[in-house]
């Protein structure tokens, strides 16, 4: 069995992932994140995909998207479709 892991971090890239691990506002960033962090630590992708209850193509394609985009691509990209109709003072 082949294993695939991202590129050894560099300090700055650790201490990002950490930052965006902890603070980022969604949880689907928080787990990339993390997943990338685990990914250094030489998790696999089966270990990864179980840790967070997804696929193993899943887990492969956020390493896919961070080796060419770095912390950028953690986050889902703009998708098509209706913009909201709520004004600023309606709940969502």
Request: no cysteine; hydrophobic share 30%; proline share 5%.
């Amino acid at each position: 069995m082949k294993f695939r892991y991202v590129e050894p971090l560099t300090d700055e890239q650790y201490n990002d992932l950490k930052k965006i691990m902890n603070e980022a506002q969604t949880s689907s960033v928080r787990k990339r994140a993390h997943a990338i962090l685990l990914s250094d630590e030489h998790y696999t992708l089966d270990e990864i995909a179980e840790i967070f209850s997804k696929d193993r193509d899943t887990v492969a394609r956020w390493l896919d998207r961070w080796e060419p985009e770095g912390p950028l691509g953690l986050w889902d990209n703009r998708r098509p479709g209706r913009k909201t109709t709520l004004d600023e003072s309606e709940p969502e």
